[in-house]
Nanobody, 125 residues
Framework: QVQLVESGGGLVQDGGSLRLSCTAS????????MGWFRQAPGKERDFVAA????????YYADPVKGRFTISRDNAKNTVWLQMNSLEPEDTAVYYC??????????????????WGQGTQVTVSS
């Protein structure tokens, strides 16, 4: 059974930082690219960041470039999203997801196989 468990969300002030974690079980983690998406109330689930299986290649949505960093440790089956200089517009539920053996199209929801349950991030102004 595949499980993705996110943690690290919470309430933070404008300009603050949070680090999200996503730990996978039930898969051979190193065979999957990993992505983070977010969904604000009443909006679509949007791409945030992705990382290829080895961690060498990373991809970011324009609104988070320079502020967020995605990383992974295949030995720990974990991917992280370090979020700095947070803004109220970053408020959303953040989801991690897996993409089996993919090297392209990682900004697309349809590229992903499994999804976590999400963790809430709230940035107050």
């Amino acid at each position: 059974q595949v499980q993705l468990v996110e943690s690290g969300g919470g309430l933070v002030q404008d300009g603050g930082s949070l680090r999200l974690s996503c730990t996978a079980s039930g898969i051979t983690f190193s065979r999957y690219a990993m992505g983070w998406f977010r969904q604000a109330p009443g909006k679509e689930r949007d791409f945030v960041a992705a990382i290829n299986w080895s961690g060498i290649s990373t991809y970011y949505a324009d609104p988070v470039k320079g502020r967020f960093t995605i990383s992974r440790d295949n030995a720990k089956n974990t991917v992280w999203l370090q979020m700095n200089s947070l803004e109220p517009e970053d408020t959303a539920v953040y989801y991690c997801a897996t993409a089996y053996r993919r090297n392209s199209g990682l900004e697309l929801r349809g590229s992903y196989d499994y999804w976590g349950q999400g963790t809430q991030v709230t940035v107050s102004s």
